[in-house]
């Protein structure tokens, strides 16, 4: 538990700059995690990771270790990966199937799926006159004390209270709604398994740069020319259109002045959205195939509200970043104020062709994969910054752009242009509004 007396967090976010404390002090990252991390809703899973009663996943919600696991009756359980006994961890992979039941390794206690105690060997007459009780909920596995799912979509909390999810991802739901409605089914499906990288960079580092519109045609330009380059010479050489996978990096040769012309929203609890960016409606075969799915499924007009929506990237704050036209998500995972896992997952549109998958999957791999340039130059900028903070040559992190003239209506901001720092603000505001209160 963070020494509250050593840490005043009241100066260090004021409405155009942050103090460095905030990415490298250790006991800021102590109470973000007991005040937002664990008070918040935080993304544990997707419903389809654990298909088989027995499945299950393992994560952690802040410094908490988590099952995610499909009950018997076909609900999920988010449960602390700990058996009441002696302490020791139920689950050591990261993913399995414990059958019709939890058993403990070291003592054999048994559990049912839902975490209630099943049996303990050898206990007959072994607790007469103590204070052991069967039924008593402190020796059954601890679930969670809150946990909802959307659209199949997991999320817990580890406080007692606060709003329910709903309320809670107000306009960020459009994340979850925007990436479902694209499956002619109205479903999403995951694939297993994952990227999962360890950025040596705060967590926050990560989320402020997915909706910074400036940067890509800065620091992604050598991939995105050299994209274009190859996309011409297809062009040139067998007069047909490239493949839409190589627009997905030559779109980072965009100017400066477009991504000025896109907006961002950013929303009360920290949660923001870039809207606009990257078209993906192109007229080829297997794209008109698709859309024609989309029409027979939900009728002309719905299915071209549902096709029209064109958001690029929503931040579920502060644990999610989300690119539902792309079916991608990408989990925060803090470890340290210097370390952060990310885990990338992509989905499967349930009812689209196979092609429209093939075509988030080129995403996935050439985007937001560990191995690709996108990602390795994003990761060398987040790094430089962390270690940057480190030093003793001032104290602030400006976040002035447009501060100040953005919009603001009903507690949501609109940017007033593309490269405003409003996703920033927003975030900051909400971290301390958090970190002063609690969620």
Same mark, same amino acid.
């Given at each position: 538990? %963070? !020494?509250?007396?050593?840490?005043?967090?009241?100066?260090?976010?004021?409405?155009?700059?942050? *103090?460095?404390?905030?990415?490298?002090?250790?006991?800021?990252?102590?109470?973000?995690?007991?005040?937002?991390?664990?008070?918040? +809703?935080?993304?544990?899973?997707?419903?389809?990771?654990?298909?088989?009663?027995?499945?299950? +996943?393992?994560?952690?919600?802040?410094?908490?270790?988590?099952?995610?696991?499909?009950?018997?009756?076909?609900?999920?359980?988010?449960?602390?990966?700990?058996?009441?006994?002696?302490?020791?961890?139920?689950?050591?992979?990261?993913?399995?199937?414990?059958? $019709?039941?939890?058993?403990?390794?070291?003592?054999?206690?048994?559990?049912?799926?839902?975490?209630?105690?099943?049996?303990?060997?050898?206990?007959?007459?072994?607790?007469?006159?103590?204070?052991?009780?069967?039924?008593?909920?402190?020796? *059954?596995? /601890?679930?969670?004390?809150?946990?909802?799912?959307?659209?199949?979509?997991?999320?817990?909390?580890?406080?007692?209270?606060?709003?329910?999810?709903? /309320?809670? =991802?107000?306009?960020?739901?459009?994340?979850?709604?925007?990436?479902?409605?694209?499956? %002619?089914?109205?479903?999403?499906?995951?694939?297993?398994?994952?990227?999962?990288?360890?950025?040596?960079?705060?967590?926050?580092?990560?989320?402020? !740069?997915?909706?910074?519109?400036?940067?890509?045609?800065?620091?992604?330009?050598?991939?995105?020319?050299? #994209?274009? &380059?190859?996309?011409? $010479?297809?062009?040139?050489?067998?007069?047909? #259109?490239?493949? =839409?996978?190589?627009?997905?990096?030559? @779109?980072?040769? /965009?100017?400066?002045?477009?991504?000025?012309?896109? &907006?961002?929203?950013?929303?009360?609890?920290?949660?923001?959205?870039?809207?606009?960016?990257?078209?993906?409606?192109?007229?080829? %075969?297997?794209?008109?195939?698709?859309?024609?799915?989309?029409?027979?499924?939900?009728? &002309?007009?719905?299915? &071209?509200?549902?096709?029209?929506?064109?958001? *690029? *990237?929503?931040?579920?704050?502060?644990?999610?970043?989300?690119?539902?036209?792309?079916?991608?998500?990408? @989990?925060?995972?803090?470890?340290?104020?210097?370390?952060?896992?990310?885990?990338? +997952?992509?989905?499967?549109?349930?009812?689209?062709?196979?092609?429209?998958?093939?075509?988030?999957?080129?995403?996935?791999?050439?985007?937001?994969?560990?191995? /690709?340039?996108?990602?390795?130059?994003?990761?060398?900028?987040?790094?430089?910054?962390?270690?940057?903070?480190?030093?003793? #040559?001032?104290? +602030?992190?400006?976040?002035?752009?447009?501060?100040?003239?953005?919009?603001?209506?009903?507690?949501?901001?609109?940017?007033?242009?593309?490269?405003?720092?409003?996703?920033?603000?927003?975030?900051?505001?909400?971290?301390?509004?958090?970190?002063?209160?609690?969620?």
């Amino acid at each position: 538990m %963070p !020494n509250e007396h050593r840490i005043e967090v009241g100066g260090l976010v004021e409405p155009d700059r942050v *103090h460095r404390r905030c990415y490298v002090d250790e006991d800021v990252f102590d109470l973000e995690m007991e005040r937002i991390f664990h008070t918040t +809703w935080i993304y544990v899973g997707h419903e389809t990771q654990v298909p088989k009663p027995g499945d299950y +996943w393992t994560t952690i919600i802040g410094r908490q270790r988590m099952i995610l696991v499909r009950g018997k009756e076909q609900g999920v359980h988010v449960l602390f990966n700990r058996c009441p006994h002696r302490g020791s961890l139920l689950c050591n992979e990261r993913h399995g199937n414990v059958g $019709d039941g939890f058993r403990c390794t070291y003592h054999a206690w048994q559990f049912n799926l839902d975490g209630t105690l099943r049996s303990i060997p050898m206990s007959e007459g072994a607790y007469e006159n103590t204070r052991f009780a069967p039924d008593d909920p402190q020796f *059954h596995m /601890t679930p969670a004390p809150r946990m909802e799912s959307y659209r199949g979509f997991v999320f817990a909390s580890l406080a007692e209270s606060g709003p329910d999810l709903r /309320t809670w =991802l107000g306009g960020s739901i459009q994340a979850f709604d925007d990436m479902c409605d694209r499956a %002619p089914d109205g479903e999403v499906e995951i694939v297993p398994n994952c990227f999962r990288i360890i950025q040596k960079s705060n967590w926050k580092i990560f989320l402020e !740069n997915q909706l910074d519109a400036l940067h890509p045609s800065v620091t992604h330009e050598s991939t995105g020319r050299a #994209a274009s &380059e190859v996309q011409k $010479d297809i062009e040139n050489r067998t007069g047909k #259109a490239p493949p =839409l996978s190589y627009h997905m990096l030559s @779109a980072f040769t /965009t100017p400066f002045e477009v991504w000025d012309t896109l &907006e961002t929203v950013g929303h009360p609890y920290g949660h923001c959205m870039l809207q606009g960016y990257m078209g993906l409606r192109p007229t080829d %075969p297997d794209n008109l195939e698709y859309e024609k799915r989309m029409r027979e499924s939900y009728g &002309e007009k719905r299915a &071209e509200e549902i096709l029209s929506v064109n958001i *690029h *990237h929503v931040l579920v704050y502060p644990s999610l970043s989300v690119q539902s036209p792309l079916q991608q998500l990408r @989990a925060v995972r803090p470890l340290a104020p210097d370390r952060t896992l990310t885990e990338i +997952w992509h989905f499967r549109l349930k009812g689209a062709p196979e092609p429209i998958y093939r075509r988030a999957l080129d995403y996935y791999y050439l985007v937001n994969s560990p191995s /690709t340039m996108i990602n390795a130059d994003d990761l060398v900028n987040f790094r430089k910054c962390q270690d940057g903070l480190q030093l003793d #040559a001032g104290d +602030w992190v400006s976040f002035h752009r447009n501060a100040g003239h953005d919009s603001v209506k009903d507690g949501v901001v609109t940017s007033v242009t593309g490269m405003s720092e409003a996703p920033m603000r927003n975030m900051f505001k909400a971290w301390d509004e958090y970190m002063r209160n609690g969620a």
